[in-house]
């Protein structure tokens, strides 16, 4: 097979799952740490922007802590990642260090995607960790995160984090080589080398979960993907075991399962699309949903068929066509009561029901990102 040809290489996502990162007895995997954290100190040291996302943390707290099966509470995991976080981070502090390299902790949570003030903060905080040479290792805060803010697991965020700093590839490094035709140890599975779009059929290659300590499988990595292609960006699923697996790959050997990104949002759509909460739902009528789709328009009040949910002014809603179908995500103009008033009216109207008008539309297309 050929080299893979990247159109830009400067800034790279690198994700290692827990089951990566530690041995079946819980105990860190200190061989494939020092492996990894050696490729990213090298291609740092090419010049490249490195952000590492690693998991680990539970399963290192419950290798110290001597727990064998992954804890089922909230409270439990909480406990143990708040051992295993420590571990984790002295380990790559101090192999880096080896090679010269400062590393910098970013623990995050939903809520540092969800609000866009939080969001801007966290990707100047990495901008600048990354203009100041250092290596930010970023995990999710399972301290603090309950299941409400939870993004629960680590793909996601990488992808999220990916997204956030403008990486050009996001490499999500697993106990497997890449994304298989079926389970994993089938008769007949075989890899698949590279995704150009994410449909019904490759969303059914994910069985469930993954492994005894990881979260989520393969579902959790083709949802990153997802995410990643959506943002412009490269995504490549690989073993992290494989010798020099990160430099060949950069390299653009044709290791591991690829996926390759579709048409880039700009920041503030992207931003609607993948990391904002939604806050709940507007439905429109056909005429709308071809508005909104074919030519790419703002959406008013005459094409909303019904409100959902209870939101404000400045949230962000999904858009649903008459098909059942969410078309768009978007920061709305007005609250849910207001639509509710408001909605079927022509814009001429708004200010003889609502007593006011600050805008004509319901959504204003800057601040609308289509499926
Ligand atoms: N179609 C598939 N292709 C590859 N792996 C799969 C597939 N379906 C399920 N898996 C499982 O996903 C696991 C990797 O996910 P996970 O354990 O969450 O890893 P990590 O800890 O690296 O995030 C593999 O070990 C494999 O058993
Ligand atoms: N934040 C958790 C990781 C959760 C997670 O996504 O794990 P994995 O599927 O192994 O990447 C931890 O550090 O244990």
Not at 15 to 33: C, D, E, M, P, R
Request: proline residues 3%.
């Amino acid at each position: 097979m050929e080299n893979r040809k990247f159109s830009r290489l400067q800034r790279i996502v690198v994700k290692v799952g827990s089951s990566s990162l530690t041995y079946k007895t819980g105990k860190l995997n200190i061989g494939q740490i020092e492996a990894l954290v050696r490729q990213l100190s090298d291609l740092h040291n090419q010049g490249l922007d490195v952000l590492l996302v690693t998991s680990g943390a539970v399963g290192a707290g419950m290798g110290k802590l001597g727990i064998k099966q992954r804890p089922r509470t909230m409270p439990e995991k909480q406990a143990a990642a708040a051992v295993g976080q420590g571990l984790l981070l002295h380990m790559y502090e101090k192999i880096f260090a080896e090679y010269g390299l400062v590393v910098g902790q970013v623990l995050l949570t939903r809520e540092d995607f969800a609000d866009r003030k939080r969001f801007l903060n966290a990707r100047n905080t990495l901008h600048t960790m990354l203009s100041m040479q250092i290596i930010p290792v970023i995990n999710e805060n399972d301290t603090v995160a309950v299941d409400e803010i939870k993004l629960g697991d680590n793909d996601n965020l990488a992808a999220m984090v990916a997204a956030l700093v403008d990486a050009d590839i996001l490499m999500l490094l697993s106990d497997i080589d890449g994304l298989y035709s079926d389970k994993p140890g089938q008769p007949g599975a075989r890899i698949i080398h590279e995704i150009h779009e994410i449909n019904n059929e490759v969303e059914a290659l994910a069985g469930g979960v993954g492994s005894a300590v990881g979260t989520g499988g393969m579902a959790t990595k083709i949802q990153a993907a997802r995410i990643a292609m959506h943002s412009g960006l490269v995504t490549i699923i690989a073993r992290a075991a494989e010798p020099n697996i990160i430099r060949r790959l950069v390299a653009g050997e044709p290791a591991g399962t690829v996926f390759w990104p579709s048409i880039k949002l700009v920041n503030k759509k992207r931003w609607i699309a993948f990391s904002a909460t939604v806050c709940g739902q507007i439905y429109i009528d056909e005429g709308a949903a071809r508005a909104l789709r074919e030519k790419g328009k703002s959406l008013l009040p005459s094409g909303i068929t019904g409100v959902e949910g209870s939101f404000e002014m400045g949230n962000t809603v999904s858009v649903i066509a008459p098909d059942g179908k969410e078309i768009a995500r978007g920061i709305v103009n007005y609250a849910s009561a207001e639509i509710q008033q408001i909605m079927g009216k022509q814009t001429s109207e708004i200010t003889r029901v609502l007593g006011y008008k600050d805008y004509d539309e319901i959504i204003h297309r800057d601040n609308l990102a289509l499926e």
